[in-house]
């Protein structure tokens, strides 16, 4: 069965550094793969998509790219801030739009 | 006010009663999803409806039942629930109509449910 891996633990940054978050997957050849933030006790919010044929996405502080080869996608926050601290969830899909969520890695910006 | 509003945000209930989490919406949606999220675990998909009409079993839908009432409605009902059934359920929309085809899910604030 599909399976979606990120990083169970705690990643802690200090403040202006550049926060990477993996999204590794297996059994599965998604065609896109969204990309979400969620705050405690908050649904997530959508952040960005990247289709297989993109290799990066770009939007303000935020770039995720898209390896098919390695079946891996990379979610980077460049001069984070305290701000950004929260969960960010991973999810492939493909077809009509149902992703399936990853258990999402937590960040945590350090002042 | 809300684009995607969950009843009841906190609810209490015993092993063996019947429970309804109501989501309503006023993005003119025409997709809508019921989601499960446990500590430490993904987001799991319970059912999901295309369009009124139209309502699919999800990776866990044993023990629950929805109904799509309206397009801007879509309800959860757990008949007899029980003690692993406490989570915090999403209701999540998205517009397949929408010209940016991103397939964007809208999330509401979320139903934190404990069965005792």
């Known amino acids: 069965s599909q399976k979606i891996e990120q990083n169970s633990e705690a990643l802690n940054i200090q403040e202006g550094k550049t926060a990477t978050l993996t999204c590794n997957y297996t059994?599965?050849?998604?065609?896109?793969l969204q990309w979400y933030r969620q705050d405690p006790g908050r649904g997530p919010v959508f952040l960005l998509l990247?289709?297989?044929?993109?290799k990066e996405k770009r939007k303000e502080r935020l770039k995720v790219t898209f390896d098919t080869t390695l079946k891996q996608s990379l979610f980077h926050i460049t001069a984070s801030q305290p701000a950004d601290s929260a969960t960010y969830l991973c999810a492939p899909g493909r077809g009509s739009y149902i992703p399936t969520f990853g258990r999402g890695t937590s960040l945590i910006v350090h002042p | 006010d809300a684009d995607v509003t969950q009843t009841p945000r906190n609810r209490i209930t015993k092993t063996g009663k019947r429970i309804m989490l109501e989501c309503s919406q006023t993005k003119g949606h025409d997709r809508m999803y019921w989601y499960r999220q446990d500590p430490g675990l993904g987001l799991q998909l319970i059912y999901y409806s295309f369009d009124v009409k139209d309502i699919n079993k999800g990776e866990i839908s044993d023990g629950y039942s929805v109904s799509r009432q309206a397009q801007a409605k879509f309800s959860l009902s757990l008949e007899s629930a029980i003690p692993n059934q406490t989570a915090l359920y999403f209701c999540a929309t998205s517009d397949s109509t929408s010209g940016s085809n991103t397939g964007e899910l809208f999330f509401g604030e979320g139903s934190r449910l404990t069965v005792l």
């Open positions: 059994n599965y050849s998604p065609a896109y």
């Open positions: 990247i289709r297989e044929n993109e």
